[in-house]
């Protein structure tokens, strides 16, 4: 078992009731099946390496963790000969498990997809990698998929970037679990990918839970399919801690990285409050960072000293905006000085 | 539809400033129950008096900053709530307002209010009110002896025990009866017992953390045991230093301030260990019986500094960690065509 992030924060992960109901194909809004051209292999097995490639190329497969083609991320693991493949199942933001509901509920094909990965880049090693920290769920999570084994993740959110980029010092290449489920449709069925898994959750939605959607639908239109209890105020594509929050649902379309689709009944209220500097931020930061302190420098004229903060360390994982007893855009103040202090750096002191 | 957008998270937790100025007014309330079964229901006036005033002296210079008042963050509050446990039960009514009004309207509104204030505004205003009337600012009642509602000529006022080491001599003062409060001393100062109860709460609430109380009462413990007032054991002349005076009610409530204290592990050691030091070495050299207040006075000043200082620390600590240095952000590697790759 391991922990990546020494700090950072534990969060209600609200995965429930949509991690354990069934991945529903949504009536209003069916997948259409688009055949790749050319005879489907009968003995996928006995695929060659730069076969398994191109028909990843073919299907136009996009790895959902960081919107690279998986024919790209393979073809380069191949030629870098990296040692293994790890399966990212984290999601170890609240409310998304559209990672962790499809490598849970279709364990085969996650297997064959992955065996195909492997022969793809030559490789032997593999582990699943799914986040421990998941107090309310229904299922249990197994030690090992189809014999592959499940490293479960302890540690606070953030883990998942950590996990990705201690994964890319080991020379092992990181793979979306559906990006290998796409995978292992192209080769045993000869279908393209024209769908994603979406989570779509929050209080305003009447039916939460996991869907395969097609791509290219809009954000309004997949609430409208699943139904809503009220209308939403917030509406959130991506995961509740990273995502971006919608100005018009209808006007926005899914794809292969939108992961989620959440939509709150409530806005957030501005209660005026100030900085009380308890240093929360400070002790919530993964990366060692003050957001405390850059807050301050950037509001003052003190500015010579964002050099020592290391602003641009952040990875923008939200932690300090999420512990802020004063709700302030912690956030985007660390996103600011990273610009700022970039600046100062190749303008050489003067910003 | 048209929404309203917001930069991520799109989740909060659910502390907020008032959730953990709530937290503090709860820890005062026992504070006030003990001060109510000690010294009568007078103690429950001057606290009120003192919520009173500096609330609205707050609302009052926020108006005069041409600001919207906003007292729903309790912090005036608690202020008010504060200054009356530091002084005596038989503290008048214009002590705590003077008390009260420095506080808000001298140390903290000028500085940009709310968590811009360099000084806690609880112990600037009592530390004015002791100059301002060092004779009745340490006299106090005696426990069990009910305070009529005005403090008039017959109330029997005595010294407290921290007088005494003052002097150079042992209280005759059993310890036992320091531990619950049942000795002449500030309204909300005695009661050790409470007061560390109380200090839990705070810990397990997670509204203050546990390093800055332990270094502040572990630096007044050395220094204690280093320069010895009383002809005493070791030990029992370091539980007399530590139980008289403010040291106790200092390190749950003035001590961890959120805004006039540092932000960092280290740092905040550094602060409660030296505000613990100089208060016990204050006492040796200061004229006045109880110098906590002026001690942390002191080091409020220097909060800054020592925050830069842990921020020179950690980013040094940065550049060491080779984490840093061999792996720099992770960035996009270079695409490039299938060909090369399917040789």
Not at chain 1, 156 to 176: H, K
């Amino acid at each position: 078992m391991r922990s990546y992030p020494r700090k950072g924060i534990l969060l209600e992960q609200n995965k429930e009731p949509g991690l354990s109901k069934e991945i529903r194909i949504l009536p209003a809004l069916p997948v259409e099946r688009s055949e790749l051209p050319g005879p489907v292999s009968s003995t996928p097995d006995l695929l060659a390496p730069y076969e398994i490639v191109s028909i990843a190329k073919e299907a136009n497969i996009v790895d959902e963790i960081d919107g690279r083609r998986l024919w790209k991320k393979l073809a380069q693991a191949a030629r870098e000969s990296v040692s293994g493949i790890v399966v990212d199942a984290l999601d170890d933001e609240p409310y998304i498990s559209s990672q962790l509901a499809p490598t849970l509920q279709f364990p085969e094909q996650l297997h064959q997809g992955l065996r195909l990965a492997l022969r793809a880049i030559g490789a032997s090693k593999s582990s699943i990698e799914i986040y421990r920290n998941l107090f309310d769920l229904d299922t249990r999570i197994p030690s090992s998929i189809m014999g592959v084994k499940v490293d479960r993740i302890s540690g606070s959110y953030p883990a998942e970037s950590y996990a990705r980029r201690r994964m890319q010092r080991n020379s092992t290449l990181v793979v979306g679990a559906c990006a290998l489920l796409f995978l292992q449709r192209a080769v045993y069925e000869g279908l393209r990918q024209t769908s994603a898994f979406v989570t779509v959750t929050g209080d305003c939605v009447a039916n939460p839970g996991n869907y395969e959607v097609p791509l290219g639908v809009s954000a309004g239109a997949l609430l409208e399919a699943v139904g809503l209890i009220t209308n939403p105020k917030r509406v959130v594509a991506g995961g509740s801690m990273t995502g971006f929050s919608l100005t018009d649902p209808s006007t926005v379309y899914l794809s292969q990285t939108t992961r989620g689709l959440l939509a709150f009944a409530e806005e957030f209220q501005d209660m005026g409050y100030a900085c009380l500097g308890c240093g929360r931020c400070t002790e919530a930061c993964p990366q060692g960072l003050s957001p405390y302190f850059i807050y301050k420098v950037m509001q003052s004229h003190r500015k010579h000293h964002i050099e020592l903060a290391d602003a641009d360390l952040c990875i923008g994982c939200g932690s300090c905006s999420y512990v802020c007893p004063a709700k302030l855009d912690l956030a985007q103040v660390m996103a600011q000085a990273a610009a700022y202090t970039h600046r100062r750096q190749t303008s050489g002191g003067q910003p | 539809m048209k929404l309203r957008t917001q930069n991520p998270p799109h989740i909060r937790s659910r502390e907020s400033n008032l959730t953990m100025m709530t937290d503090i007014v709860i820890a005062t309330l026992p504070l006030y129950a003990m001060a109510v079964y000690y010294y009568g229901t007078r103690a429950l006036l001057l606290g009120g008096f003192g919520v009173i005033v500096s609330s609205l002296a707050d609302g009052a210079c926020q108006l005069l900053a041409g600001k919207i008042p906003n007292i729903r963050d309790l912090s005036g509050a608690v202020t008010g709530l504060l200054i009356p446990l530091l002084l005596p039960a038989s503290a008048g009514y214009s002590m705590i307002l003077l008390a009260a009004l420095f506080g808000i309207a001298v140390a903290k509104q000028p500085f940009g209010g709310m968590g811009q204030n360099i000084f806690n505004p609880a112990a600037a205003g009592t530390a004015f009110a002791m100059i301002c009337w060092p004779k009745s600012a340490f006299a106090y009642p005696i426990p069990f002896e009910r305070l009529p509602a005005m403090v008039d000529d017959t109330v029997r006022l005595v010294s407290s025990p921290a007088y005494s080491l003052s002097l150079g001599g042992t209280p005759n003062i059993d310890l036992l009866d320091m531990l619950l409060g049942n000795v002449p001393g500030p309204m909300g100062g005695t009661n050790i017992l409470v007061l560390l109860t109380c200090l839990i709460f705070l810990i397990v609430r997670k509204t203050v953390g546990l390093a800055m109380p332990a270094a502040f009462l572990g630096g007044a413990s050395l220094v204690a045991l280093l320069t010895p007032r009383v002809d005493a054991p070791a030990l029992t002349a370091v539980a007399y230093e530590l139980m008289s005076g403010l040291l106790v009610i200092g390190a749950v409530f003035l001590i961890n301030d959120p805004v006039t204290s540092p932000k960092r592990t280290l740092p905040k050691i550094f602060y409660g260990f030296g505000t613990g030091a100089l208060s016990v070495a204050f006492r040796h050299i200061g004229r006045y019986e109880e110098s906590f207040l002026f001690a942390l006075l002191v080091m409020n000043a220097t909060v800054w500094i020592i925050d830069v200082w842990g921020e020179h620390l950690a980013h040094a600590m940065r550049r060491k960690n080779r984490e840093f240095k061999t792996n720099p952000p992770v960035s996009e590697p270079a695409e490039q065509d299938v060909g090369a790759a399917q040789k």
